[in-house]
């Protein structure tokens, strides 16, 4: 059974840094080395939304117009980890994280979508204060 899990949220002030990490256990270590490891997030009232992905067969990523250039995601897929290093945080960035992981590949067109991921973390809280 696989479970995947976040870390690394908290509260910070506008304009810095936090890191988060996820992990996914419970998989062999080449579960997903073909599939996609992603980040969501849902602040109070709205639904959630793409952040970010890495798609492991094709070392592909992919990031939201809202975090481009401020958040950056990195892995290793032999350990089913995925990293989630956000910069130059803004208020609008207050959320909870989630971290999505899928064994097989993924078609371009779905790897935004919360549908396409089977399995996801329980979440970690981001609050950023101006």
């Known amino acids: 059974q696989v479970q995947v899990e976040e870390s690394g949220g908290g509260f910070v002030q506008a304009g810095g840094s936090l890191k988060l990490s996820c992990v996914a256990s419970?998989?062999?270590?080449?579960?997903?080395?073909?599939?996609?490891m992603a980040w969501f997030r849902q602040a109070p009232g709205k639904e959630r939304e793409f952040v970010t992905e890495?798609?492991?067969?094709?070392?592909?990523?992919s990031y939201a117009d809202s975090v481009k250039g401020r958040f950056t995601i990195s892995g290793d897929r032999t350990k089913n980890m995925v990293y989630l290093q956000m910069n130059n945080l803004e208020t609008e960035d207050t959320a909870v994280y989630y971290c999505?992981?899928?064994?097989?590949?993924?078609?371009?067109?779905?790897?935004?979508?919360?549908?396409?991921?089977?399995?996801w973390g329980p979440g970690t809280q981001v609050t950023v204060s101006s």
């Open positions: 419970g998989a062999s270590g080449g579960t997903f080395v073909s599939g996609a």
């Open positions: 890495i798609t492991w067969y094709d070392r592909r990523t």
């Open positions: 999505a992981a899928h064994p097989n590949r993924l078609a371009l067109s779905t790897r935004r979508f919360p549908s396409a991921y089977r399995y």
